[in-house]
């Protein structure tokens, strides 16, 4: 999806399929998600790197979502 984003022409043929208006998104809002875009799939990535390597030898980490709770917390705190 993110390759959409990128060519402008593409964007444009893809905004046309889904009826959107040419003047209706404007530069910065597809700047914007690139970047969101962007840090969800680092998260989603890192995520399952996390839990892909603790889950056998940490019980503490038994699940995806605790995966993403650990990377979230250990990415915005001093860590876990």
Do not use: C, W
């Amino acid at each position: 999806f993110q390759r959409v984003l990128t060519d402008e022409t593409t964007y444009m043929k893809f905004e046309m399929a889904l009826g959107i208006k040419k003047n209706d998104v404007r530069p910065y809002q597809l700047q914007l998600a690139r970047v969101l875009i962007s840090i969800f799939t680092l998260v989603s990535v890192s995520t399952g790197l996390i839990y892909s390597a603790e889950h056998d030898v940490n019980p503490a980490i038994p699940d995806y979502f605790t995966a993403l709770y650990f990377g979230l917390t250990t990415l915005t705190t001093v860590g876990f």
